[in-house]
């Protein structure tokens, strides 16, 4: 169907093109080296991933691996405190490892495995991707290096320790401020030396073409699973559909689900402490296009054109980017992006944990607290929320900095 006069009829057969670009935004960025790397996965990624073969095999371990599907659920006490929407949340949570980051580590080291690599890489911030690739790493039997900086590493124990305990090696990045931009750097340089017997496995709907597809395809999931299961519970869809957004997969994975139906889509990002520059992670708010990563898309830019330093109380938010696919669907008015400060996003984590008994990772906090404020603009109607995370990685962090509410 069409919005704004755009056809969204055979969006996903046409976007990305053959170059990976959505609009102006994405393509791929790199090197000669790394451009033959990565046309190197782009064809395996349309041979091998779309083989039923393949497909088969991804989801039996969906389903016997992950625990998949992950439910959807009714926030009956929240809703009623609020007014007469109905708010609903699509159960990410419940994934194994506790987010949806599982869904695209699985389906990228399946895809390596069939490639007949030997070894994944990638860098971690938070350590959340870093845990999630090792999973899938253990799960396949394949090698693991995770490029981590000294500061994170000192900062983010619990995640190290689980990495290692999974097997992986993580190693450590020491120059620089030695935080997240030093360990993407460090792990493409490991990668264009190792590209023949290793594949780089990006965290999000971020980095060169195929990537943000890629990742794109493998969390679609989440939106195919949730749009089927609230047609079957409520008989109806949903009035709209809300994310959070970081570098962006499970909200693509969320609203791949819903671009071509009648549903308002909302994108959330963090404001932090404020809209200066620095105090916030909206991207797609304030940016400016610019290439960073190896694509093109919407950036928070220094003075010196350089990716600006962010800030989020949700560390898996914090990025100076977002997916191309995401300035493109912005720019075409299919999705409209707004922004939850910190303080908003810790109300909707403490409603969601007392009313509801679901304890939500601060990021996915994002996304409730926009729901509960977009329930009270609205007379009547139903939102469902995707729920990326469940909250215990977030525990200490709470009640250190919050205390109990
Ligand atoms: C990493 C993470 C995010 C942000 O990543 P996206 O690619 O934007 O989805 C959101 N929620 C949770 C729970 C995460 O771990």
């Not at 120059?175 to 780089?200: N, S, W």
């Not at 791949?256 to 708010?285: C, M, Q, T, W």
């Not at 100076?320 to 707004?338: I, T």
Request: hydrophobic letters at 40%; a negative charge.
């Amino acid at each position: 169907m069409k919005h704004n006069g755009y056809e969204f009829d055979n969006y996903f057969k046409n976007h990305p093109d053959m170059d990976g670009f959505f609009g102006k935004y994405g393509g791929a960025y790199v090197s000669d080296e790394l451009k033959r790397a990565m046309a190197e996965i782009t064809e395996a990624y349309f041979t091998i991933a779309k083989s039923s073969k393949f497909i088969g095999d991804l989801r039996r371990i969906r389903k016997e691996f992950q625990g998949r599907p992950t439910p959807v659920s009714h926030l009956e006490r929240l809703s009623g405190s609020l007014g007469n929407v109905q708010l609903y949340v699509k159960r990410e949570d419940l994934n194994h490892t506790g987010a949806h980051k599982l869904n695209h580590c699985m389906g990228e080291v399946l895809l390596a495995k069939y490639m007949g690599k030997k070894k994944v890489i990638a860098e971690t911030g938070a350590g959340q991707h870093g845990v999630a690739l090792a999973t899938a790493a253990a799960y396949f039997g394949l090698e693991c290096d995770i490029y981590m900086g000294s500061v994170d590493i000192k900062k983010q124990a619990p995640n190290v320790a689980r990495m290692k305990i999974l097997g992986a090696n993580v190693v450590e990045v020491t120059h620089g401020l030695q935080t997240l931009k030093e360990a993407v750097d460090a792990a493409f340089e490991a990668y264009t030396k190792e590209y023949k017997d290793a594949i780089y496995c990006i965290g999000s709907v971020v980095g060169p073409h195929p990537f943000p597809m890629m990742v794109r395809d493998f969390q679609s999931v989440v939106g195919i699973e949730a749009r089927e299961q609230f047609l079957e519970m409520t008989g109806e869809l949903p009035d709209a559909v809300v994310a959070c957004v970081g570098g962006g997969s499970n909200a693509m994975g969320m609203f791949s689900g819903f671009l071509n139906d009648p549903v308002d889509i909302y994108g959330v990002e963090p404001l932090g402490r404020g809209e200066v520059l620095g105090d916030h992670a909206a991207s797609l708010k304030y940016g400016t296009e610019g290439i960073m990563h190896g694509f093109n898309s919407v950036m928070l830019k220094d003075e010196n054109g350089e990716p600006a330093p962010v800030y989020s109380v949700a560390s898996g938010l914090d990025y100076p980017s977002s997916g191309p696919e995401h300035a493109y669907l912005r720019d075409l008015g299919r999705v409209k992006y707004d922004v939850v400060d910190d303080e908003e996003t810790i109300d909707a984590f403490f409603k969601l944990s007392r009313m509801e008994g679901i304890i939500p990772a601060i990021e996915s906090s994002h996304a409730v607290a926009f729901g509960m404020r977009l329930a009270k603009q609205m007379e009547r109607g139903s939102i469902l929320i995707c729920l990326s995370g469940r909250g215990d990685k977030d525990m200490d962090y709470i009640i250190e900095k919050y205390g109990i509410r």
